[in-house]
């Protein structure tokens, strides 16, 4: 299975900043999710993002956050004003179809906001 | 809300041992995965059990989802330093979300 990949490995950002985070490169799949794990603490889903657009998303998963591909391959995510709790491992996962629910996951970015 | 329960939280043992860690829930699931996470990486997917009752085995490792799809157990026989990780059981719909366990922290002394 290839791999999925995510750019920056590490961010910090000062509270209040907007970041992206990317999931890159990412073949024909079309199954694409957004997890989180604080530091300790169990993996959370954010958001699925299906053919284009999101299939459904969590509780964390409010307004400051946004998932988009750009550029057909790319797959990323937006937090508009970062806060103190935010600080998180964010994995991006990607799906085969069929096969149950079975979803490969990124090394992940580490999320540090100041 | 689905939730997955793993049982036990943290286990030590000795290598050679052979060893159990249960994952619960009072839900039902479309299937069930099982994946391995080394610190500050990415889960890493052993297995996937989708029907009642089955039975995976992955050398050393042996997997079973419940009759009910509601719980799952692994097992490892004869257990090495180099099965020390945290084990992660996750359910879900098809192609929807998944749930995740609060893990297992497995420790296998030489």
């Known amino acids: 299975e290839p791999e999925v990949t995510q750019t920056p490995s590490h961010q910090v950002t000062q509270m209040g900043q907007e970041v992206i985070l990317r999931c890159v490169p990412i073949?024909?799949?079309?199954?694409f999710y957004w997890y989180r794990q604080i530091l300790g603490q169990k993996v959370e889903f954010l958001v699925s993002f299906y053919n284009n657009e999101i299939s459904e998303k969590s509780e964390i998963f409010d307004d400051q956050f946004s998932v988009e591909r750009p550029d057909g391959s790319n797959f990323t995510l937006k937090i508009r004003s970062t806060k103190l709790e935010d600080s998180a491992m964010y994995f991006c996962?990607?799906?085969?179809?069929?096969?149950?629910?079975?979803?490969?996951f990124g090394p992940g970015t580490r999320l540090t906001v100041l | 809300t689905q939730l997955l329960e793993q049982s036990p939280q943290f286990l030590s043992i000795q290598e050679g041992e052979n060893l159990t860690v249960y994952c619960n829930s009072s839900?039902?699931?479309?299937?069930l995965q099982w994946y391995r996470q080394e610190p500050g990486e990415g889960p890493v997917l052993l297995v996937t059990v989708v029907t009642g009752g089955e039975v995976k085995k992955l050398k050393r490792l042996t997997f079973q989802f419940g009759d009910a799809r509601k719980d799952s157990s692994l097992h490892i026989t004869a257990a090495q330093p180099g099965d020390t990780g945290l084990y992660l059981c996750a359910g879900g719909t098809n192609a929807g979300k998944s749930t995740f366990g609060d893990g297992t922290t497995l420790t296998v002394k030489p």
């Open positions: 996962a990607k799906k085969t179809s069929g096969h149950g629910n079975e979803q490969f």
């Open positions: 073949s024909n799949h079309l199954y």
């Open positions: 839900s039902v699931f479309s299937s």
